[in-house]
C-alpha cells in the first residue's frame, strides 16, 4: 500500500460525504437489487435522509457484524475475520472514497476528546473505516462520524484537520478545476453514467458536510418568499419554492470560491423586494437599500432619497416591528438635538437616531454589531438615557398623553404619535383600524400606572383573553348599552374599561364614551362597570 500523499486532499471530504447512513439488511454483506447504492463504477449518486430526522441505522443486533459466542454473546471477532473494511463495503460498496490501508504521514493532534484509531490485523496501524466512523455510538451524530461535532465548527475542520493540519486549509471544491467534482459527486462528469439530478436533502447533506454551522435556523431572515410581493414574481422553473427551501434555492455550487456566498442572481433580485428579508448587518442586501454604490454625500438611495419612506418600507408591514419614535416632524423647542443626530430637511428621520453607516463591511455581526445591534448614534446607554439626550428631562416626564386638544380645540397629532405609529382616522370604529408603536398597548398604561396589571380591578385579573359568555357580552355591548367596549387581538386590555383619549377627539359616540370620565372609565362606576361584561350579574 502506497503511504498518504498530498493529492489524496481531493479525496478526503467525498471520502465522509460519501458515507451515508443505510438501513441495514438482515444479511450484512449483502445488497438489495436497485437498493441505489454507489458501486464502483460511479454509476449513481448516494441516498441519503435528511440529517435532523434519520435514525441510527446501527442500532441493530451484534450478529449483524460480530460472531456470536457459544453463550450467545458478541465475540470480539467480526464476520470478515479482522478485515474491517470489507465487512463496511458489505453494506456500503464503493461509499468510501478516501484512501484505505495506507499509513497516515502526519501524526495526528487535538485528540484531547475522541480518538481515531487505526486498523488491526492485516490493517495494523493502517487508516480503516473504522478510523473515523464509529458505530457504537449511544447517541447518533450524522454519518457516524467521529470528532467534536457538538461545536459550532464544520466536521471538516474539527476531524479532517486532524490528520491534515494546515495542509487542509483553503482547500474548496467550487473551483473549475474537474479534479473537485468528487468533493460533491461520486465521480466526474464524463465518468457518471447516471446523469440524473439529486434529491433535495442529498444535496443539503453534501453542503453541510463542510458548512456544518449553518444547519440550525439558516433561513431566518433570509426568505423571501413569505412577501406576496415576492410571490407574484417567482419563475415556476425556480428552485426557489414556498416550504421548499434547500441549499440550491439560494446559492449555485458550480460557482468559484472567491464568489460572494455563491448566491444566485435570482435570489438576489426577489430578496431586494421581499420585506421579509431583514438586510442589516449583510453585505449582500445593501441593495435593499441602495440602487448603486454609496459614497459620503451620496447614499444612493432607492426611491424618492426619503429615509423615513425607506425604513417605513418594512417597518410599517407586518414583517417588521414598527418604529417607536414618531418621524418626519419638526422638533419642539423643548428637544435639544447633540450635533451628531442630524435631520433631514429640518424634520427627525430614522437616521437622527440610528447610523446605518455603522453596517458597512459587516460581513458578519462583529464587535461593533454585538454592543450596538440597532445601530444607534450613542450605544451602551439606557432607553431613559438615550431619550433624554434631546428630550429635557423634566418636561419629558411631566408629558401627559391624554391632554391631546390644545386650547383652540384642535388636535395635537404629536401627542398622537407617543403611542399610535401613525395618525388614526377618529372616524373609523374599532382599534383594528389603527397601528400601535409596541405590540402591547399595555405597555403604554402600565409605564404611567404601575400596580394595575394584576389584581385589578376588585382583585381579579382581567388582562386576559374572555371566556365564550364574556366575548358575546363585549361583542354586543354598542347595541345592548351603546358603549364600545374594545379587546386588542382578543385579549381584554386597559383601553377595554378605559378610554385614553382626551373629550372631543374620537368622532363615533359609542367609542368616545367614557373620555370625559375622571379615570377615563368607560362605564359608570359602580355595579354598572360590572354588568357592561358580566351582563348576567347585574
Known amino acids: 500500500m502506497g503511504r498518504f500523499c498530498s493529492a489524496s486532499l481531493f479525496f478526503l471530504a467525498a471520502t465522509l460525504i460519501s458515507c451515508f447512513s443505510l438501513a441495514i439488511a438482515a444479511e450484512p454483506l449483502s445488497a438489495p437489487p436497485g437498493s441505489g447504492l454507489h458501486h464502483p463504477d460511479g454509476g449513481s449518486a448516494i441516498p ?16 449483524k457484524c460480530h460472531v456470536m459466542g457459544p453463550d ?21 460498496p464503493g461509499a468510501n472514497l478516501h484512501p484505505l490501508g495506507i499509513e497516515p504521514i502526519n501524526q495526528f493532534t487535538g485528540l484531547d476528546k475522541y480518538t481515531l484509531p487505526l486498523g488491526a490485523g492485516i490493517y495494523q496501524g493502517k487508516i480503516v473505516c473504522l478510523t473515523c466512523h464509529y458505530i457504537h455510538q449511544e447517541q447518533f451524530t450524522p454519518y457516524l462520524l467521529r470528532g467534536d461535532n457538538t461545536t459550532h465548527q464544520t466536521i471538516r475542520n474539527s476531524l479532517c484537520s486532524t490528520c491534515h493540519k494546515e495542509h487542509f486549509t483553503g482547500i474548496s471544491p467550487h473551483t473549475t478545476e ?72 439560494c446559492h449555485t455550487h458550480h460557482g468559484k470560491a472567491e464568489e460572494n456566498h455563491l448566491i444566485t442572481k435570482e435570489y438576489l433580485e426577489l430578496a431586494a423586494i421581499s420585506r421579509n428579508i431583514n438586510p442589516h448587518w449583510k453585505n449582500l442586501m445593501c441593495i435593499s437599500c441602495h440602487k448603486g454604490t454609496p459614497s459620503k454625500g451620496n447614499p444612493n438611495l432607492l426611491g424618492s432619497g426619503d429615509l423615513n419612506e425607506l425604513c417605513n418600507r418594512c417597518h410599517k408591514s407586518e414583517f417588521a416591528r414598527a418604529d417607536i419614535h414618531p418621524v418626519g416632524l419638526t422638533p419642539s423647542k423643548q428637544v435639544k438635538l447633540p450635533t451628531d443626530m442630524p435631520l433631514q430637511d429640518g424634520k427627525l428621520t430614522c437616521e437622527t437616531c440610528h447610523q446605518s453607516s455603522l453596517q458597512e463591511s459587516a460581513l458578519h455581526i462583529d464587535s461593533v454589531g454585538k454592543e450596538n445591534p440597532n445601530f444607534l448614534r450613542r450605544s451602551g446607554l439606557s432607553r431613559n438615557e438615550f431619550c433624554f439626550l434631546c428630550h429635557l428631562q423634566e418636561t419629558y416626564r411631566r408629558l401627559n398623553p391624554h391632554l391631546q386638544m390644545d386650547e383652540h380645540g384642535h388636535i395635537k397629532k404629536e401627542t398622537c404619535l407617543l403611542c399610535h405609529a401613525s ?38 385579573r382581567h388582562l386576559v383573553k374572555p371566556s365564550e359568555k ?69
Not at 48 to 63: F, G, Q, V, Y
Not at 76 to 91: A, Q, R, V
Open 48 to 63: 441519503s435522509a435528511p440529517l435532523e430526522t434519520i435514525d441510527n441505522p446501527h442500532a441493530m443486533a451484534c450478529d
Open 72 to 92: 450467545g454473546k458478541a465475540a470480539k471477532e467480526l464476520f470478515t475475520g479482522n478485515d474491517s473494511i470489507k465487512l463496511c463495503e458489505g453494506c456500503h
Open 178 to 249: 474537474t479534479t473537485a467534482c468528487i468533493f460533491c459527486h461520486t465521480a466526474s462528469p464524463e465518468k457518471r453514467k447516471n446523469k440524473g439530478k439529486m434529491a433535495h436533502d442529498e444535496i443539503d447533506a453534501v453542503c453541510i458536510f463542510c458548512h456544518w454551522s449553518l444547519r440550525k435556523n439558516h433561513y431566518k431572515d433570509l426568505d423571501p418568499l413569505p412577501d406576496p410581493l415576492v410571490q407574484e414574481l417567482i419563475d415556476p422553473a425556480s428552485n426557489l419554492r414556498p416550504g421548499q427551501m434547500y441549499c440550491l434555492s
Open 423 to 460: 395618525l388614526p382616522d377618529i372616524y373609523l370604529f374599532g382599534p383594528k383600524n389603527v397601528i400601535f408603536i409596541v405590540k402591547d398597548p399595555n405597555e403604554y398604561c402600565i409605564g404611567c400606572h404601575p400596580g394595575f396589571s394584576d389584581n385589578h380591578p376588585a382583585g381579579g
Open 470 to 538: 364574556i366575548l358575546k357580552a363585549l361583542e354586543t355591548s354598542v347595541q345592548r348599552i351603546g358603549v364600545e367596549l374594545p379587546l386588542f387581538d382578543g385579549k381584554v386590555v386597559c383601553a377595554t374599561c378605559h378610554n385614553p383619549h382626551d373629550e372631543g377627539v374620537i368622532k363615533f359616540p359609542a367609542s368616545a364614551e367614557g373620555s370625559q370620565r375622571q379615570n377615563k372609565l368607560r362605564l359608570k362606576p359602580g355595579i354598572t362597570q360590572c354588568t357592561g361584561c358580566h351582563w348576567d350579574k347585574g
